[in-house]
């Protein structure tokens, strides 16, 4: 079993729309929850972290954790074609040292 | 502050040669890693090194070695390149901590033929 499993998508929504992407993990002891943005032939960039149970909001965007469910959520709001692109969510482990792990990544197309 | 650096951008090498990565950070962060990213698998962590002087396997360090040169630089060997060592290689580093985060470097596009 992954640590990490996201639906590869692509997941196609209009633009304006409301984008939810979905993120399940396996380890009860995870500690930190992220999403990172994608570009195509670009680096990981951080969008949101989430430490704990609830919503967190920054501007478009709102991060939802559930770790009864083991169920991480990020919703963008009034998605733009510039929101297009490959949405991943990470995990950190570890007390004495931070593991991070990686799901597969979501591509999200936002069509005009 | 330049962030995350990572040198060569490119790099296209024959079965059997050597190359080493290179990644700089300036931001005083303690814990570097070194990940392969391939389609459809995500991010792979290699190796990575928790502080200054120390480095540890990660999930496919096979046909891969470190070296933590100070807290700013930490490299990443390929003693006898493959074609399946063909990948985007990504070098990320954290301050540590409760709330730590991960930042990248811009990734190292490399090519085994």
């Known amino acids: 079993q992954k640590e990490v499993e996201q639906n590869s998508g692509p997941l196609s929504v209009p633009e304006g729309a409301i984008a939810s992407l979905n993120c399940t993990y396996s380890d009860r002891g995870s500690q930190s929850f992220f999403w990172y943005r994608q570009y195509s032939g670009k680096s990981p960039e951080l969008i949101m972290s989430?430490?704990?149970?609830g919503d967190k909001e920054d501007g478009r965007f709102t991060a939802q954790l559930n770790k009864a469910s083991q169920y991480v959520s990020l919703l963008i709001r009034d998605s733009q074609p510039s929101d297009s692109a490959t949405y991943l969510c990470?995990?950190?482990?570890?007390?004495?040292?931070?593991?991070?792990?990686f799901g597969s990544g979501t591509k999200l197309n936002v069509k005009p | 502050n330049a962030g995350v650096t990572q040198t060569p951008k490119f790099q296209v090498l024959k079965t059997g040669q050597s190359m080493t990565l290179q990644c700089a950070q300036d931001?005083?962060?303690?814990?570097m890693y070194w990940y392969r990213q391939d389609p459809g698998m995500g991010l792979r962590l290699i190796y990575y090194s928790a502080s200054e002087g120390t480095t540890d396997k990660g999930e496919v360090p096979n046909g891969y070695n470190v070296s933590r040169l100070n807290k700013r630089e930490f490299s990443l060997r390929l003693e006898s390149a493959a074609p399946s060592q063909t990948s985007v290689y990504f070098c990320a580093s954290s301050v540590g901590g409760p709330e730590d985060t991960q930042y990248f470097g811009p990734g190292t596009r490399l090519t085994v033929l």
């Open positions: 931001m005083n962060h303690n814990s």
């Open positions: 989430i430490y704990s149970n």
């Open positions: 990470a995990v950190r482990q570890g007390h004495n040292f931070n593991k991070f792990y």
